[in-house]
């Protein structure tokens, strides 16, 4: 079956600009997770879902960054006022729950964000 | 809070020979450890993780990993590589909660590229 997915797979954008990026986890997944992955470094912890709510978003670096999944399903990350410092590859990954230890993480193939 | 420690962040052999990649955590709660693997322009794909029981945990494409809890290490090995196996490779830990359910999100290390050469 279809894996994550995740749109665009390459943003660039100008310092100062908002940018949506956008996931569409494996059906029926009801945990959701967002990590950013900066060069050279391994995926940090932003946010996860378990259903619509935010059950865990202490990886948020600032108020800038904000994350909505009003349905259950597809998820967006929203970052203002975009900094050259966000510049990463924003990795999204879901799980059937996130209560079982049991549930793999799947990942999707990120989007690269590029802030001129 | 747990962290993850990959000791090389490159390690280069040659085809067909032995290799091991070196994961450390630190942790104050009992955890749960993974090993994902990145090919170039690919999401994460899991090898292998340990939840519990036996301490010798074997995955996919023939790898397997040894869980040594008096350590605080998970290191992964392979007998024998294949060009194929050139990726980055991510030990990552989730806390483990009282009741065997998982915590959720994943702490990573840095990451140790693997450079098979023929």
């Known amino acids: 079956g279809a894996g994550v997915s995740q749109t665009p797979s390459n943003k660039v954008t100008e310092k100062g600009k908002y940018v949506e990026l956008r996931c569409d986890p494996i059906?029926?997944?009801?945990?959701l997770y967002w990590y950013r992955q900066s060069l050279g470094q391994g995926p940090e912890f932003l946010i996860y879902f378990q259903g619509t709510g935010a059950a865990d978003d202490s990886g948020l670096p600032n108020d800038r960054f904000f994350a909505v999944r009003p349905e259950g399903s597809v998820s967006t990350l929203k970052i203002q006022r975009t900094e050259r410092g966000d510049s990463a590859v924003y990795l999204c990954a879901s799980s059937l729950t996130s209560g079982r230890s049991t549930d793999t993480q799947y990942f999707g193939p990120g989007t690269r964000l590029t802030v001129l | 809070a747990q962290s993850v420690t990959q000791l090389d962040s490159q390690v280069p052999v040659f085809e067909e020979a032995p290799v091991e990649l070196r994961c450390n955590y630190s942790s104050s709660v009992s955890v749960y450890l993974f090993w994902y693997v990145q090919y170039p322009n690919q999401g994460l794909q899991l090898l292998l993780k340990?939840?519990?029981?036996?301490?010798l945990v074997k995955g996919i494409n023939g790898f397997e990993a040894e869980f040594n809890k008096s350590q605080t290490s998970f290191h992964l090995r392979k007998p024998s590589v294949h060009i194929s196996d050139t990726a980055e490779y991510f030990c990552?830990?989730?806390?483990?909660?009282?009741?065997?359910?998982?915590?959720?999100?994943?702490?990573f290390g840095q990451g140790t590229i693997l450079t098979v050469h023929p």
């Open positions: 990552a830990a989730q806390r483990a909660n009282a009741g065997g359910t998982s915590y959720g999100k994943l702490t």
């Open positions: 340990y939840l519990s029981g036996s301490t």
């Open positions: 059906s029926g997944h009801t945990a």
